[in-house]
């Protein structure tokens, strides 16, 4: 069919890759479309993707209301509190939450106005190049149409990867979606994969009073922090109740009257069963490629299913870019937002860059687990000579005022050039005492330089700059 609409930029998914890319290419004076087709259970079309409508976003707001229930029940007492019978409304927690959804991707809706942003509602597919650039269907409630775009910026995103044989029912079985809307608290809950969602989640249906047993195939988790943070986190998440599994494989799963049943062998070999009344699978996310049309193109996946991109996030295909999770590098909201603003400014001719180094990484458990450039192990397999210097929270007056004394902070340099080559937190608020290493490590400061500027007085951020100052082993207050 003939193309309806012609536009300099149609960007595909309103992620927070896609939204982010829109608005910038609009900002740069492109006449801007983004197509999305995402449905809420209500079966409204929401902008803002996985992020804003079953991630970062929903996950977070949960996660706070679960600590303001273990607040009064365990921890308002030290301060001398009571609140007598404590409830749990579990519906009006999870009405809280859609109503933040709802704000933030109303908010995206805005922004699209805004800026002059087309919203394609449906599913886009790559039909093929054109005279002028590259023909895109757009498809949904049973009407089709065809646009023209110069450039393309493909932001399909990811979804939960699923065992082969669990069906998720999102009631019993759950992937994030449903993990994020129980109806009440499980009395026992498990767990397929202790890595990031398994975590998150798993401490929100805890804290609300769930028995919570995680089933990790790997002997060890968060292979990705430095080493020491994966064993504070381990030792801290014991204390807190979380039983996590190490070395299992996973047999059959089955549900039945009560709930769910998983065999599975423990590290030993030994077989095992689980049952639970629900349980979540969150065993890593897989990039959306489905029926996106790509061999229209002349693109095709690689073998785990992402887009290859070159760093400026170009495809091998002439003006189509992808960015955020359908593409390498770690599958964060921040990150795919930076791709956004890079492939908008590179349609333009701008000379953008992206050190994938200084991307921050945060896990929102209760203490958070943040960082951000090299671990030790990665420095130790590099063969570079670095030095490190740790400090307690415990030793922090703000800290102990807050009652929030789990975790540390180190920071690792360079053994001669002292240039900052990493930092890592384990601490209350370490997404945002993470920020302070970001700048230094983009800035390429030493660690001494985060040690001698003034640091306000009391507050968690004295910790970052005493960790600092131990790494030439200056630390004052311990
Ligand atoms: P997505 O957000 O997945 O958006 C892609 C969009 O494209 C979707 O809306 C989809 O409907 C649409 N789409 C796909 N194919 C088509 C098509 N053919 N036509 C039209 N539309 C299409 N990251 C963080 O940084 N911090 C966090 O705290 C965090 N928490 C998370 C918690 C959970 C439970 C989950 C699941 C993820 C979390 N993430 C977090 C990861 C974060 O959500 C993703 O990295 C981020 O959403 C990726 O953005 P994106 O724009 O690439 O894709
Ligand atoms: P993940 O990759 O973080 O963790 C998956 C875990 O499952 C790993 O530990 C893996 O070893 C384990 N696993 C894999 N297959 C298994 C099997 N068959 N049996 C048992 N264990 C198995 O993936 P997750 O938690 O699903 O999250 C996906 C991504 O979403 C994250 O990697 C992250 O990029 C993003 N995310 C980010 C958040 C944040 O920034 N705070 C929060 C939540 C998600």
Known sequence: SPVSKEFDVVVIGAGPGGYIAAIRAAQLGKTVACVEQWKNPEGKLKLGGTCLNVGCIPSKALLASSEAYENAQHHLADHGIGVGDLTLDVGKMVARKAAIVDKITGGVEFLFRKNKITWLKGHGTLLGRTATGVAIEVSGEGQAEVVGAKDVIIATGSKARHLPDVPVDNRIVSDNEGALSFDSVPKKLAVIGAGVIGLELGSVWRRLGADVTLLEALPEFLGACDESLSKEAAKLFKKQGLAIHFGVKIGEVKQNASGVSIAYTDKDGAAQTLDADRLIVSIGRVPNTDKLGLDAVGLATDARGFIPV???????????????????????????????????????GQKPHIDYNCIPWVIYTEPEIAWVGKTEQQLRAEGRAYKTGQFPMMANGRALGIGKTDGFVKMIADATTDELLGCHIIAANASDLIAEAVVALEFKAASEDIGIICHPHPSLSEVVREASLAVTKRALNI
């Open 310 to 348: 070159d760093d400026q996030c170009r495809t091998s295909a002439p003006n189509i870019y992808a960015i955020g999770d359908v593409v390498r590098g770690p599958m964060l909201a921040h990150k795919a937002e930076d791709e956004g603003v890079l492939a908008a400014e590179v349609i333009v």
